[in-house]
């Protein structure tokens, strides 16, 4: 019987790698901590105001605007003193109001909105000192960054491509490119895209267990439409009427054939371009300001100078 060795080997390192891993976790990784986290979100995109971080909230319209805010729960695995493993769950509740801008003709447009986010990150973070060691207290600046991903409110569009109707309702052929009707739809639905969160901490250890932070998180997200400003094509649904079927097809709409579908996919571009706005190659930021609380537990690890 052949053996193939390098493929014997490749897994071998595989199995190795994986064991060193989970050895790492029962043997070092045994101090651990949970917390909670409290402050408010804001965003930077095309409608709104466009500082990144400290954006002043609107409470007088609490019925449209709601509260800006952001909860979230967290797990750390401390590896050592000063690198830690953490993962965070949040919600954020995001106000962006053209009227509170710098620039004129975002108060002069006068768009707002609001959106509500679920988020989860996977965050390293390196302490400039020895916080995460055994002891009564200790402060320490941290610095992180991770990856993310965001549950979002997006804007979706809902496009009807129709013959014309007779008196009677009959279907009627175009006689044209463009001789059928389109009916759009605005409408929101959800959406999932990734962020790429990092920023600076404060942390103080105290009484062993306990410890306060605070920290400023960016989010630069893959998504330019958090603040609705565009409908992305894959919130597009386009949908074709079959009364009259194409030739040689019973399942297929006339529609769907040049040259009308040519015409319903510029009907479409056209609509997608009219609602628009800002810079479609810039990116939302969701940016957060918090304060935490977080408790330790577990056997101390065993951590090796």
């Known amino acids: 019987m052949k053996i193939d060795v390098q493929s014997f080997m490749q897994k071998k390192v595989i199995y190795l790698l994986f064991a060193l891993f989970f050895i790492s976790v029962s043997y070092k990784g045994q101090r651990h901590e949970i917390g909670v986290q409290l402050g408010m979100s804001n965003l930077v995109g095309d409608i709104g105001r466009t500082n990144y971080i400290l954006q002043k909230p609107v409470f007088s319209n609490i019925a449209d605007y709601g509260i800006p805010f952001y909860g979230g729960i967290l797990y750390r695995m401390n590896f050592n003193p000063y690198q830690t493993v953490r993962l965070n769950i949040g919600y954020s509740h995001i106000q962006f109001i053209d009227a509170l801008a710098k620039e004129q003709y975002?108060?002069?447009?006068?768009?707002?909105?609001?959106?509500?986010?679920?988020?989860?990150?996977?965050?390293?973070?390196?302490?400039?000192?020895?916080?995460?060691?055994?002891?009564?207290?200790?402060?320490?600046?941290?610095?992180?960054?991770?990856?993310?991903?965001?549950?979002?409110?997006?804007?979706?569009?809902?496009?009807?491509?129709?013959?014309?109707?007779?008196?009677?309702?009959?279907?009627?052929?175009?006689?044209?490119?463009?001789?059928f009707d389109t009916k759009s739809t605005y409408t929101s639905g959800k959406k999932l895209s990734m962020a790429i969160p990092f920023g600076v901490g404060l942390k103080y250890k105290f009484n062993y267990n306990w410890a306060l932070f605070g920290e400023f998180m960016f989010r630069p997200t893959f998504s330019d439409s958090i603040d609705y400003s565009i409908i992305d094509e894959k919130s597009v649904k386009v949908t074709y009427n079959k009364d009259i079927s194409s030739p040689g097809s019973t399942s297929k709409s006339l529609l769907q054939e040049d040259p009308y579908r040519t015409a319903a996919e510029a009907k479409v571009a056209k609509l997608l371009e009219d609602r628009q706005i800002g810079n479609i190659n810039s990116k939302d930021w969701v940016n957060t300001i918090s304060l935490g609380l977080s408790y330790s537990f577990g056997r101390p690890p065993c951590y090796c100078d």
């Open 106 to 179: 975002r108060r002069n447009r006068k768009l707002w909105g609001t959106n509500s986010i679920v988020e989860a990150d996977l965050i390293f973070e390196y302490n400039f000192f020895p916080v995460n060691d055994e002891q009564k207290s200790l402060l320490s600046p941290y610095i992180f960054g991770g990856v993310g991903a965001m549950l979002a409110s997006t804007p979706q569009l809902i496009v009807e491509n129709d013959f014309r109707r007779d008196v009677g309702g009959n279907a009627i052929a175009p006689v044209t490119a463009d001789d």
